[in-house]
């Protein structure tokens, strides 16, 4: 019995030995993978962050509204949080100013994963991977702001850098067909669409009212809800435009369902939408022709990389 006794000891102790071991090879963004793609961090353990940002829609999701715990759906079109290292302000309405912040803020939601930080922390302190990791990659016990460091760890890897749209930029002239770069002229001309959506990610980081706001009653009121300034309301961010042809459907609630809905919006807003206050003076009749809209959809093609997303290479 004595040596029954013995064994056992020694077997937990090189389990043990072979446990840290393990730990010791995880990084920050090893550990915020981990963390993004585990259902843990739901109040029912049954919606992870990429249930609703899908890899293989750009980390974007597929229909208008995801669903959260217990089905509920989300109040606004979940975006695409590719390409957020340099972003200045998160979330539609611009309510998180770091990624960090973001990070955090559908833990909390109680139309998504609805389980409080301080639940979420708890729980991660309890399990016997987090706990001994969040140590090991960090030197102390895990908190809420390492929890949020750890995922933005993840998320700004999540890079897309290298399209044909780049390489044509770069001096390769064979990169872009010729529809595809009338398109680019358009863009940068005709269209305005540089106006909003410009730099290496295409876009200014600014809030915009584009005229789907009618003014209604129970209208999201956008940015204004975070700023309380009556000229924020129906102000959405601009959201960049690398890989969007996987990110469909578009706008801050998904009603526009492909690239091609997006353009007929822009190029006559006022058949769309007549009433639109505090709509953004850029917004006017473009008078593109059926084959500039082509031209225009496929240089936007062209600025999305081959696969919906960098995990895939």
């Given at each position: 019995m ?12 090189f389990?043990?030995s072979?446990e840290?071991?393990?730990y010791?090879?995880i ?10 793609f ?17 890899p293989?829609?750009?980390f974007?999701?597929n ?6 715990v ?5 109040s606004?079109?979940?975006?695409s ?6 972003r200045s302000?998160?979330f539609?309405?611009?309510r998180?100013?770091?990624l ?15 389980l ?7 729980r991660?302190?309890n399990?016997?991977?987090?706990s ?12 809420s702001?390492?929890l949020?460091k750890a995922?933005?760890a993840?998320e ?6 290298e ?6 930029l770069m ?13 680019l ?12 959506h410009?730099g290496p990610?295409?876009?200014n ?17 956008g940015?204004?809800?975070v700023t309380?300034?009556?000229k924020?309301k129906?102000?959405f961010?601009?959201?960049?435009l ?11 609630d ?8 997006v353009i ?6 006022d058949?769309?939408n007549?009433?639109?206050p ?13 084959q500039?809209k082509?031209?225009?959809?496929n ?12 995990l895939?290479?």
């Open positions: 004595r040596y029954i006794v013995v064994i056992a000891c020694l077997i937990i102790l389990l043990s072979f840290l071991k393990t010791k090879k990084n920050a963004i090893e550990l915020g993978k981990k963390l993004f585990d259902p843990i961090l739901s109040s029912d353990s049954s919606v992870s962050c990429a249930s609703c940002h899908k293989e829609y750009g974007a999701d229909q208008a509204f995801s669903l959260g217990g089905g509920k759906k989300t606004r079109n979940t975006p949080v590719l390409n957020m290292k340099n302000a998160f539609w309405d611009g998180a100013s770091t960090e912040e973001q990070a955090l803020g559908p833990i909390q939601n109680p139309d998504e994963m609805n409080p930080i301080h639940k979420a922390v708890l991660l302190k399990h016997p991977f987090y001994k990791a969040f140590l090991q990659v960090y030197g102390k016990e895990i908190d702001l390492l949020g995922l933005a993840f700004e890897t999540l890079e897309i850098e399209t044909r749209m780049d390489q044509y001096g390769n002239e064979n990169a872009l067909n010729e529809s595809e770069k009338r398109g002229q358009l863009f940068n001309g005709k269209a305005g669409c540089i106006d909003c410009f990610d295409f876009t980081d600014q809030f915009k009212n584009i005229g789907l706001f009618s003014g209604g009653k129970n209208e999201d009121l940015r204004f809800n309380k300034n009556k924020d129906g102000k961010k601009v959201p960049g690398r890989n969007v042809i996987y990110t469909a459907p578009y706008m801050h998904g009603r526009f369902k492909t690239l091609e809905e007929d919006y822009y190029n006559n807003p058949i769309a007549p009433k639109h505090n709509r953004d003076k850029l917004i006017k009749t473009l008078n593109l022709t059926s500039e082509k031209d225009l959809i240089f936007l093609k062209s600025a999305s990389a081959e696969k919906p997303n960098p895939m290479d």
